[in-house]
Structure formats: structure tokens, C-alpha cells
């Protein structure tokens, strides 16, 4: 467990051990997306973190997919926020806010009847949860080449809006089948263009984002989530392994705080390693993500596999996470009826270690 608790350099940042928390949307933020005391709370439990990721963050107001999440577009969520931040660094954590557009998983009844946006005009193929129960998605408008630097204009205000809010860095969400991640990957984007086809077309979105808020926060403070194998959203992509050596190659020459790869499927609709072509090809600080028990993080760490791992539904159930993973604690389970709900039940009350 060495290599866990372990300092690790991330950019600009030096973070005491390994153990990340992983971006978890909560829809605790009500119907104007506003960070709240509760979230304060949340967010202050988990301090123990190496780096909490906070969850996804709207970017661009009228972009809502949950329905309850937060924002960073606005003055009082830039307060909201500032109350999440000093309550993490009072209890000696270090937070990082994820920046996100929502893409074609937003829904009209979630965004005032407006249509989602998206690269192509394809629908998810799923439902979504709106005020007026589970409702089909909706088909996305095709956003115009014209339209783009808009959308790179809208992260890199909300970068600087994460500034005012107090946060040690951000995480660019290129993952999970949002804006990002659907100009990224050949599945979802079917334009042509400089935005559409061959593999440095379909990311220049993202790479555009990148530089971006990093003139903001410099490179050193700025992470990058993806999801190369993920089929979340109605994703797919016809070659995951090869477009992540891509990447990760490309990715060395914006100098990162680190790239944070989502390793899997949960729904099991497309298999395959990513991480090896990634580590083979990524100079920087890699964390893994997806399934990780204590001591695979540990033995995949020590065998420089990766150089951390973000942990999600068991940071969910376990504030003190680090602590039990250390001496072996049994781990509370966590709770999915409560993963969305509105209130402190299944957020704030899982007992940490001296009150279980």
C-alpha cells in the first residue's frame, strides 16, 4: 500500500497519496444549479482525497442533462462554489472542479424547450429523467463550424469563473458521451469539415477547449477525462485503441496536470485495453479509473501502470476512504436509490470509520 500513500507531483500541484476521488454528479444543486452548504459538506467529508474531482459542471447556462446539477456560468454558483472550496481546504483537501457540456444528453424540458446541441444530428438512444418523468432524448441540432468558438469561449469564461470560485485546478470532461466526447469519437460525429472525418479533425474541439483554459490556468492545473471504450450515451467508437494512442501522443504536447482514462464498459458493449497504448504513449501523470479495488490501484501503481486512481461510488459511500483502504476497513455499500435524490440522505450521512 506504499505507492498509494505515496506524494505524487501533478502538474503544478504535489498531492499526498494516490487515492483521487472521482467527478460523481449528485443533482444536489435545486432547480437554479447553485452549490450549496450541503455540497459544502459533501465535498469537506472527502477531504482525505489526493485531489477531489468535484462533479460535472455546466459551462454554458441552458446545457442541463440531470436536471439539478450544478453550474459555473453565473455570479451567485461562482459564490456557491466559493463556499465548496474554503470548506475542502479548511479540512486540508484540494479540489478540482470538472468543466462540462452536456451535448445531445441535455433535454428540452430540462432547458426551457431548447433543442440540444450536438456535432451530428443523432440521437441517444435511451431516456432521460425530466420534471415530467423519463422522457425519450431528444434529436440534437447540428452545431455550424461557425458556432465553435462559442462553445471554447464558454469553458474558457467558466475556467476563469473556477479561479474566482477558489478551486486548485480544473478537468476538462472529454468523456462519457458529452459534447466533447461525441465530436471525439467516429461513432456520434458523422460531419466533414474541419471538425469531422480523420481522428485530428474529430478533436479539435477538445484540443481547442485545452488550450484555452489553459492560457487561463496554465497547462499545469488543467486535467483531461476520456472514456475511450465507454458506450454510455449511445456511445461507440470503430477503433478505441487506436484513437487513444492518438490522443495520448497528441496530449503530450499540452503538458497536463494528468489524463484521466475511464479503463472500461460498464455495459459491456465494446471490450479492449486502452491503457496500455495510452501508457506507452502518454509522457504525463495517468489515472485510471473503473473497478479498481485497493490493491489492484496499489499493484497497478507500484508496476507504473498508472500513477493514481480515481475511485467513484465507494468515495460515494465512504468519506474517509483513504483511511479504511489503509487498514483494511470493511467498506460501507453504497446506496443507487440515493445516488440522485435532493437531500442529505445517501450524501452527507455515511459514517466514516469513528462514528460506524
Keep these: 500500500m506504499n505507492t498509494l500513500f505515496s506524494p505524487l507531483k501533478l502538474g503544478a500541484l504535489t498531492v499526498p497519496n494516490r487515492i483521487f476521488m472521482a467527478p460523481l454528479t449528485r443533482c444536489r444543486a435545486g432547480d437554479e444549479h447553485l452549490p450549496n452548504a450541503l455540497m459544502a459538506e459533501y465535498y469537506a467529508q472527502r477531504a482525505s482525497a489526493g485531489l477531489i474531482?468535484?462533479?460535472?459542471?455546466?459551462?454554458?447556462?441552458?446545457?442541463?442533462?440531470?436536471?439539478?446539477?450544478?453550474?459555473?456560468?453565473?455570479?451567485?454558483?461562482?459564490?456557491?462554489?466559493?463556499?465548496?472550496?474554503?470548506?475542502?481546504?479548511?479540512?486540508?483537501?484540494?479540489?478540482?472542479?470538472?468543466?462540462?457540456?452536456?451535448?445531445?444528453?441535455?433535454?428540452?424540458?430540462?432547458?426551457?424547450?431548447?433543442?440540444?446541441?450536438?456535432?451530428?444530428?443523432?440521437?441517444?438512444?435511451?431516456?432521460?429523467?425530466?420534471?415530467?418523468?423519463?422522457?425519450?432524448?431528444?434529436?440534437?441540432?447540428?452545431?455550424?463550424?461557425?458556432?465553435?468558438?462559442?462553445?471554447?469561449?464558454?469553458?474558457?469564461?467558466?475556467?476563469?469563473?473556477?479561479?474566482?470560485?477558489?478551486?486548485?485546478?480544473?478537468?476538462?470532461?472529454?468523456?462519457?458521451?458529452?459534447?466533447?466526447?461525441?465530436?471525439?469519437?467516429?461513432?456520434?460525429?458523422?460531419?466533414?469539415?474541419?471538425?469531422?472525418?480523420?481522428?485530428?479533425?474529430?478533436?479539435?474541439?477538445?484540443?481547442?477547449?485545452?488550450?484555452?483554459?489553459?492560457?487561463?490556468?496554465?497547462?499545469?492545473?488543467?486535467?483531461?477525462?476520456?472514456?475511450?471504450?465507454?458506450?454510455?450515451?449511445?456511445?461507440i467508437d470503430s477503433d478505441p485503441a487506436g484513437l487513444s494512442a492518438w490522443l495520448a501522443n497528441r496530449l503530450n504536447d499540452y503538458h497536463l496536470a494528468y489524463l484521466h482514462v475511464i479503463r472500461g464498459d460498464v455495459y459491456q458493449q465494446q471490450s479492449g485495453d486502452v491503457m496500455t497504448p495510452i501508457r506507452q504513449h502518454y509522457k504525463g501523470v495517468l489515472i485510471g479509473n473503473m473497478g479498481y479495488s485497493g490493491d489492484e490501484a496499489s499493484e497497478d501503481i507500484a508496476a507504473g501502470k498508472v500513477d493514481a486512481v480515481a475511485f467513484g461510488t465507494s468515495f460515494l459511500a465512504n468519506p474517509d476512504l483513504p483511511a479504511r483502504i489503509k487498514t483494511g476497513a470493511a467498506l460501507n455499500p453504497p446506496n443507487p436509490a440515493t445516488f440522485y435524490t435532493w437531500d442529505a440522505q445517501g450524501y452527507t450521512d455515511y459514517p466514516a470509520l469513528t462514528t460506524s
Excluded at 475542502?88 to 479540489?95: D, E, L, N, T, Y
Aim: charge should be neutral.
Design 53 to 235: 474531482i468535484a462533479e460535472a459542471t455546466m459551462v454554458i447556462e441552458g446545457n442541463s442533462a440531470f436536471w439539478k446539477e450544478p453550474g459555473i456560468h453565473s455570479v451567485q454558483q461562482v459564490t456557491g462554489w466559493r463556499f465548496v472550496t474554503d470548506a475542502v481546504h479548511a479540512a486540508g483537501g484540494r479540489i478540482f472542479l470538472q468543466l462540462w457540456h452536456g451535448g445531445r444528453a441535455c433535454h428540452p424540458l430540462l432547458n426551457r424547450g431548447a433543442q440540444p446541441v450536438a456535432p451530428s444530428a443523432i440521437a441517444i438512444a435511451d431516456e432521460v429523467r425530466t420534471p415530467e418523468g423519463k422522457k425519450p432524448y431528444a434529436v440534437p441540432r447540428e452545431l455550424r463550424d461557425d458556432e465553435l468558438p462559442g462553445i471554447v469561449a464558454g469553458f474558457k469564461q467558466a475556467a476563469q469563473n473556477a479561479q474566482s470560485a477558489g478551486f486548485d485546478g480544473i478537468e476538462i470532461h472529454g468523456a462519457n458521451g458529452y459534447l466533447l466526447d461525441e465530436f471525439l469519437r467516429d461513432g456520434s460525429n458523422k460531419r466533414s469539415g474541419p471538425y469531422g472525418g480523420p481522428v485530428e479533425n474529430r478533436a479539435r474541439l477538445m484540443l481547442e477547449v485545452l488550450e484555452a483554459v489553459s492560457a487561463v490556468w496554465g497547462s499545469g492545473r488543467v486535467g483531461l477525462r476520456i472514456s475511450p471504450l465507454s458506450s454510455y450515451n449511445s456511445m
